[in-house]
């Protein structure tokens, strides 16, 4: 019995996907909920499982294609799920030429450095090949490159006459790869644009001591970590202190619809995660009602998932306020983009000892820059700068958030 391929709802607003890599080729035997194909959307990349065993009869839909949702992108036939038996006196094709199987994009790279699947260690799915393992492997097993003879110009060749001219040889190293940008990429890219040509977008710059965290964080780490099975980090008493300035300057938690401005009494906090297929930004849920353990517990799994490309496109969706950290990649300062439709987001920063003035004395500190970007349309000047100074003292002075004062 043929069983259809689907695309399934991946989000609310979300009509179409993009075919990526499939996992299986046609005739290979499937297990059910084996991942058969990525799909990426606008938000988030899915894997998408059989939903039967049996054999990949047909793909309907190439690495690259767009598709619907509803739309069938691949022909299953039910069976077992189990591989075929070998003819007597047959050769079983071993093992390694399945795993072997190249993604499309790592084909076009082994035909440009004349490699096969098979020279290649996959380390994707069932052992699959990637374009990274193919640039690994050539940066491990360079081209040996021919001596070239040096031939005297006035050589006689064998037909007595004298030698052509070297030609010149052609320099390496200049050669272009062309590589179709995602459907996560593209809209990326596209948001970002939009951001900066639809909104009056300013950034004001501010500096935290975080010499009070670093203390709470050495006195109650072993005893937080035991109680919740997590670190306690930053980005806890970050969030926690947005939270208490977003309470205090409301118009950085808004929007403006058409010609509306809307206020959202909830606080969904989106937290920028840097995966190899670009920026998300899971939204932290009523961030307001959670707690120091929960919000750490929160964010390990968001990076954990968004990394191994398993965040649900619905957990990327609204939002009300965005915090990035830059400082994880050594970035000291830098002015972060606001997320639409958001009207804020917060740039944090690498910390440095630096030497600053306290009480007239000249000492040294644990620093961090921070950045608020905001939208002038709905917030004012004064609102930010007092908006992040609030955030500052929140950090600076960690009791005054947990006594919400």
């Known amino acids: ?231 306690l980090g930053f980005m806890s008493f970050f969030v926690k202190a947005v939270i208490d300035g977003l309470k205090q300057f409301p118009g950085l938690n808004a929007i403006i619809r058409d010609s509306d401005i809307v206020y959202h009494n909830y606080h969904d906090i989106g937290l920028a995660v840097s995966t190899d297929r670009g920026l998300v930004v899971p939204v932290l849920r009523d961030a307001d009602r959670l707690s120091f353990a929960e919000i750490e517990r929160a964010i390990m799994e968001f990076a954990q998932r968004a990394r191994d490309g398993k965040i649900r496109p619905e957990e990327l969706e609204g939002g009300t306020f965005t915090i990035t950290n830059g400082g994880v990649f050594g970035s000291l300062l830098s002015t972060p983009l606001v997320n639409p439709p958001q009207s804020g987001i917060l740039g944090m920063h690498a910390i440095q000892e630096r030497p600053v003035a306290v009480n007239g004395q000249v000492v040294v500190r644990p620093m961090m820059y921070v950045a608020l970007t905001y939208d002038h349309r709905i917030v004012d000047g004064k609102e930010a700068v007092l908006f992040l100074r609030r955030v500052k003292d929140g950090v600076e002075n960690p009791a005054r958030l947990l006594l919400e004062v």
């Open 1 to 231: 019995m043929a069983i259809e391929l689907k695309v399934p709802a991946v989000g609310e607003s979300i009509t179409e996907v993009e075919i990526g890599d499939w996992l299986k080729a046609e005739g290979a035997t499937v297990a059910k909920d084996e991942n058969l194909v990525v799909i990426e959307t606008e938000k988030a990349t899915v894997e998408l499982p059989a939903p039967a065993a049996g054999q990949l009869t047909k793909i309907l839909k190439p690495a690259g294609a767009t598709a619907k949702v509803g739309e069938t992108i691949a022909l299953l036939a039910a069976g077992q799920g189990e591989v075929a038996s070998v003819p007597p006196g047959a050769t079983p094709e071993p093992a390694a030429a399945t795993r072997a199987r190249p993604t499309p994009l790592a084909e076009k790279v082994l035909a440009e450095h004349g490699l096969r699947a098979d020279e290649v260690a996959g380390t994707g799915p069932g052992g699959r090949v990637s374009k990274a393992d193919v640039l690994r492997h050539v940066q491990e097993h360079p081209p040996k490159e021919a001596v070239p003879v040096a031939v005297p110009a006035d050589a006689p060749t064998a037909s007595g006459g004298l030698a052509a001219p070297a030609a010149t040889s052609p320099s390496f190293g200049r050669e272009q790869q062309v590589v179709r940008m995602s459907l996560l990429r593209r809209t990326i890219a596209r948001r970002l644009v939009e951001a900066q040509h639809t909104a009056a977008l300013l950034t004001t710059f501010n500096e935290v001591d975080l010499s009070s965290i670093l203390a709470l964080r050495q006195q109650y780490q072993e005893s937080f970590q035991k109680r919740y099975g997590v670190k």
